[in-house]
């Protein structure tokens, strides 16, 4: 009764959302503030003033929508956090926002550079359909985003998985020999997750230019808005670049489900062709407006981010300070470990005091929880926790 290809299937296992009690929600990477007060106000009025939209079927390729992305990250230079933030309310709703003049993007990102799609899960299931074979192995770290290999399942493409360094970066150079030996594609997170380690956007300039010329180049940048290096300018030099973001994360809209690629428009259609032939109207009327609304109040996220950033670096310093180990995070989360505590004790000692965190059993991490930064209260609520793991 069932189709032959259901075996290649492994679902992605994600972060729990139980309900049996109100936790401290550290185990997800969703942001802890809530979406800009412009979002809210945008909801409000589509279900009031534009009601009978919801009638009829969204604007299928979401113009609006990847105008306002293209405008956002022009203004933000692609790297929330490290953003200038000019006037506006004291949370930098409404501010006016300058890219930190490192991350000044050297040309204008343009609305055909963009695909937005129902969350960056579905953008990379049409990027693995659109661009990788089944002829041949996709490079990918050993560790990184675990819905990759979901996809290497599900549409039968062969991976081939290249182990990290001793210090938890990637192994650039294993990674390209293999990529070259078999002329692959190559994907991984950038900051990478779970290790929270990021690349300079000057490595990936080098890994690119020594990948192969006829493969797409992958970088999923669900986290670089808190603090890492934005590979979007490095779409001036290489037309097999794809990048891939989110609003789950940094737009503090897991919710909403809303992720998008920055690429040439040449590969936008692409992955548009794949859409059209899935799912015609993955991002609805909804969506559509909340996720123009916040890239109209960039001020905000960019303080957000911010915010995010200084709780991360304190908590490192807490860490470090009470013997665990600590890997640099340019991310929402900190992965972390302790000399004689198994990764699953400390879990669920942290679990019985009210706060999920998130802890691997993958062979190679089991000792390790990675934290998602909450709220300066969530966090000194961990710290007294954690203080006497
Ligand atoms: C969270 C995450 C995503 C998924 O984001 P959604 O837009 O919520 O689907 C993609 N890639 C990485 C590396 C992530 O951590």
């Known amino acids: 009764m069932i189709?032959?290809?259901?075996?290649?299937?492994?679902?992605?296992?994600?972060?729990?959302?139980?309900?049996?009690r109100t936790y401290i929600?550290?185990?997800?990477?969703?942001?802890?503030?809530?979406?800009?007060?412009?979002?809210?106000?945008a909801v409000e009025k589509a279900a009031k003033k534009y009601a009978k939209k919801m009638a009829l079927y969204p604007d299928p390729d979401s113009n609006e929508l990847k105008t306002a992305i293209a405008s956002m990250l022009n203004d933000c230079g692609g790297v929330l956090a490290r953003a200038k933030v000019?006037?506006?309310?004291?949370?930098?709703?409404?501010a006016k926002v300058e890219p930190c003049p490192a991350d000044k993007i050297p040309f204008t990102v343009t609305p055909d550079m963009i695909y937005a799609g129902n969350g960056s899960d579905e953008v990379l299931s049409f990027v693995f359909y659109a661009f990788f074979d089944s002829d041949r192995e996709l490079v990918l770290p050993e560790h990184t985003y675990s819905f990759y290999p979901v996809y290497g399942g599900f549409y039968n493409i062969p991976l081939k998985k290249i182990p990290l360094n001793g210090d938890w970066t990637l192994n650039k150079e294993k990674m390209l020999e293999a990529a070259n030996e078999n002329d692959s594609s190559i994907i991984f997170a950038n900051p990478n997750a779970p290790t929270s380690l990021g690349l300079s956007r000057s490595e990936v300039r080098e890994m690119i230019k020594a990948a192969?010329?006829?493969?797409?180049?992958?970088?999923?940048?669900a986290y670089v808005d808190f603090g890492g290096e934005s590979c979007i300018p490095?779409?001036?030099e290489f037309d097999n670049l794809v990048i891939v973001r989110t609003f789950s994360k940094s737009l503090c809209g897991a919710g909403l489900r809303l992720g998008y690629v920055v690429s040439s428009p040449e590969l936008v259609n692409y992955?548009?062709?794949v859409k059209n032939s899935l799912n015609h109207f993955p991002v609805d009327f909804?969506?559509?407006?909340?996720?123009?609304?916040?890239?109209?109040?960039t001020?905000?996220?960019?303080?957000?981010?911010?915010?995010?950033?200084?709780?991360?670096?304190?908590?490192?310093?807490?860490?470090?300070a009470h013997g665990w180990f600590v890997l640099d995070s340019q991310t929402n989360f900190v992965f972390c470990k302790k000399d004689g505590v198994l990764g699953e004790e400390a879990y669920k000692k942290i679990k019985q005091e009210g706060i999920l965190v998130r802890h691997f059993n993958t062979p190679g991490i089991e000792e390790f929880l990675r934290i998602t930064i909450g709220t300066h209260g969530q966090m000194k609520a961990l710290c007294a926790v954690m203080e006497n793991i």
């Open 3 to 20: 189709a032959e290809r259901m075996k290649n299937l492994h679902p992605y296992v994600p972060g729990e959302q139980p309900k049996d």
């Open 271 to 273: 992955i548009t062709t």
């Open 212 to 221: 192969p010329k006829d493969r797409i180049f992958v970088v999923d940048e």
């Open 286 to 297: 909804m969506a559509q407006q909340a996720g123009i609304a916040a890239c109209r109040d």
């Open 25 to 41: 929600k550290l185990n997800a990477n969703e942001n802890p503030y809530p979406p800009s007060p412009l979002v809210a106000k």
């Open 86 to 94: 000019c006037g506006g309310k004291k949370n930098g709703s409404g």
């Open 234 to 236: 490095l779409l001036a």
């Open 299 to 320: 001020g905000y996220y960019a303080e957000c981010a911010k915010s995010v950033a200084f709780e991360r670096d304190e908590f490192i310093d807490f860490l470090r």
